[in-house]
Each structure stands twice: as structure tokens, then as C-alpha cells.
């Protein structure tokens, strides 16, 4: 799959979980366990920005930690508004020149536009997977995508070293799973 169809459906398929939340489930607890709903909001919506200044090569609108939360909540009293004006800006940064294939500057060292779009494309497709689970919603993700990210995974987290502390050990999944439980599991999260 080619890299910005894979961002951009990873875009809008957490944008669907997004629109089904309301706003009695924000203090919900999610997969993530330091996490509840609006922090896990927030750090999606954190993450879009993220992508857009360093994807622009430029500081990001709310600078975060990769894997944290903003300074900020960037939910706000209209979470799919926020949302959709950061997916907005950061595929606009996705599509704009040679952004997925030159070298970055990141919070983490220099990383190639690939490997960029990669840990955002995944980033936005698992925690959408952690927001419909928090919310009741359905939880398969479309699998061409989710077979996609899972390969990426693969190579990307191969090592405890490139996990760093952020992702969890990969959990056992029987074998013939769906690939959806087996890329959340290979992340650390109960199918």
C-alpha cells in the first residue's frame, strides 16, 4: 500500500471512531492505562500536529514528545472539529513535495519521510483501534490497513531497544488470528 493512502486511511478511520464519541465517555478508561478518553483524544489530535510541522520541517503548532500528551488539551468542547483541523493540516503536510521521501529532523533523531509517515499512519490507526474499544464501538480494522501497519510494526519494532518504553511486549495470539488482533497484540493490547 502506498504510504499516503495508508496515512490518510488511517486518518479516516479513526476520524470515524472520533465522531461516534460523545461527550459522557471523555473520562472512560482506554487500553492506553495512563489514558482516559480525552487524553487519548488529545494525544491523537497532538500527534496530527506533530506530523504536520515535522513532516513541513518546521515546530509543531502544540510541541509534544512523541508518544506523549500536549501541554494542552487539544479536544477542547469540540473533539471532531479539533480533530478534523489537525487531520487537515498534517495530510497536508503528507502530500506536499517530497515530505515522505526526504530525512526529518525529529524529536528522536533523523528519520526518513517513510519511517515518518509509518509511526504516524500507526499511531493514528491502533489508537483509533484503543478509542472505539474505550467507547463501546466496533473495534476490526480494515484489513489490507491493518496488514500494512502490522509489516511495518514488524520491522520498525522489532527490538525491546526500538520499543523503548513506550510500547508495550507483544502479546501471543493464537495462530490464524485476525490481522487486527494480531497487530494490536504485537503492540501490547489484549485482542
Known sequence: MELFTAFERAVASTADVVKATSASQLD??????????????????????????LLGDQAPRYPMAPGGLPPVDLAGDDPVAAYAEASAAALAAASAGDALTRIHVTPLGEMPGPALAGFTTLDMLVHGWDLARATGQP???????????????????????????RIAPALAVPAGAPVTDRLVAFLGRQP
Do not use: K, M, N, Y
Open 28 to 53: 472512560a478508561p482506554t487500553p492506553c492505562a495512563e489514558w482516559d478518553v480525552r487524553a487519548l483524544l488529545s494525544h491523537v489530535i497532538g500527534t496530527l500536529w506533530l506530523a504536520e510541522g
Open 139 to 165: 473495534a476490526d480494522l480494515d484489513g489490507r490497513l491493518a496488514a500494512h501497519v502490522l509489516e511495518f510494526a514488524g520491522q520498525a519494532l522489532a527490538t525491546p531497544e526500538s520499543r523503548a518504553s
